[in-house]
T-cell receptor
Framework: DAKTTQPNSMESNEEEPVHLPCNHSTISGTDYIHWYRQLPSQGPEYVIHGLTSNVNNRMASLAIAEDRKSSTLILHRATLRDAAVYYC????????????FGGGTRLMVKP | DTGVSQDPRHKITKRGQNVTFRCDPISEHNRLYWYRQTLGQGPEFLTYFQNEAQLEKSRLLSDRFSAERPKGSFSTLEIQRTEQGDSAMYLC?????????????FGSGTRLTVV
C-alpha cells in the first residue's frame, strides 16, 4: 500500500473545528482514502472513507485534494470524546485485504 | 448485534506458557483479521480469513503463532511458548466481503502481558 504522512500530534479547543491533514503523494488511481480513530483502550473505529469526491457523514467530513495527493479529515466541533489517535490509510480498491496503519495523529482536545 | 467481541480482555502469563484468544466477529461478516499493537504504534496486520480459509499471513506470524476459524464463525489465535516480546494488544476485526469499500469493525482487543 502507498504510504501516508501525518503530524504526530495536534491540539484543539473544545467546540472548535479540527482539520487533520494527511499527505499521500504516491497514491494510485485505485487507492481509497480511509480514516480510522482509536480511543484510549479501544480498537480502531471507522470514521470515513473516500476516493475522489469530498464525503460527509455523521462523524466527520473528508476533503480530498483535486490531485488526490493529500486529504483532510474535518471534525466540525471537537468534543473531549474526540481525543484519540487518528489514522489515515490508503487501501487498494476492492483488493488488498488488510489495512496498513502508520503512526497516526494524536489529537488532544482542551476544554 | 453487539459488534466484534474479544475474550479475554486482559491476560497475564508467564514466559513459556501457551495462551489462546478468541474473537467473535459480526455474524454476517465473512472476513476476519487479526492485528497486533504495541504501545505507541499503530496496529500491525497478522493474518486474515475469508470464511474458514486462512488466506494471508504476515511474516510477523512466527511458527509459535497459529490462528483458526472453524466453520467460518469465531476465530482463535494461539501463541505457544510465549516470550516477553509477545506482550501487546491483539486486535480482531471483521468486515463484510462485498464489492464496496465498507469499513472494518474492530473489537476492543486482548491485552497480553508476558512476565
Amino acid at each position: 500500500d502507498a504510504k501516508t504522512t501525518q503530524p504526530n500530534s495536534m491540539e484543539s479547543n473544545e467546540e472548535e473545528p479540527v482539520h487533520l491533514p494527511c499527505n499521500h503523494s504516491t497514491i494510485s488511481g485505485t487507492d481509497y482514502i480511509h480514516w480510522y480513530r482509536q480511543l484510549p483502550s479501544q480498537g480502531p473505529e471507522y470514521v470515513i472513507h473516500g476516493l475522489t469526491s469530498n464525503v460527509n457523514n455523521r462523524m466527520a467530513s473528508l476533503a480530498i485534494a483535486e490531485d488526490r495527493k493529500s486529504s483532510t479529515l474535518i471534525l466540525h466541533r471537537a468534543t473531549l470524546r474526540d481525543a484519540a489517535v487518528y489514522y489515515c490509510i490508503l487501501r487498494v480498491g476492492n483488493a488488498g485485504n488488510m489495512l496498513t496503519f502508520g503512526g497516526g495523529t494524536r489529537l488532544m482536545v482542551k476544554p | 448485534d453487539t459488534g466484534v467481541s474479544q475474550d479475554p480482555r486482559h491476560k497475564i502469563t508467564k514466559r513459556g506458557q501457551n495462551v489462546t484468544f478468541r474473537c467473535d466477529p459480526i455474524s454476517e461478516h465473512n472476513r476476519l483479521y487479526w492485528y497486533r499493537q504495541t504501545l505507541g504504534q499503530g496496529p500491525e496486520f497478522l493474518t486474515y480469513f475469508q470464511n474458514e480459509a486462512q488466506l494471508e499471513k504476515s511474516r510477523l506470524l512466527s511458527d509459535r503463532f497459529s490462528a483458526e476459524r472453524p466453520k467460518g464463525s469465531f476465530s482463535t489465535l494461539e501463541i505457544q511458548r510465549t516470550e516477553q516480546g509477545d506482550s501487546a494488544m491483539y486486535l480482531c476485526a471483521s468486515r463484510a466481503g462485498t464489492a464496496t469499500n465498507y469499513g472494518y469493525t474492530f473489537g476492543s482487543g486482548t491485552r497480553l502481558t508476558v512476565v
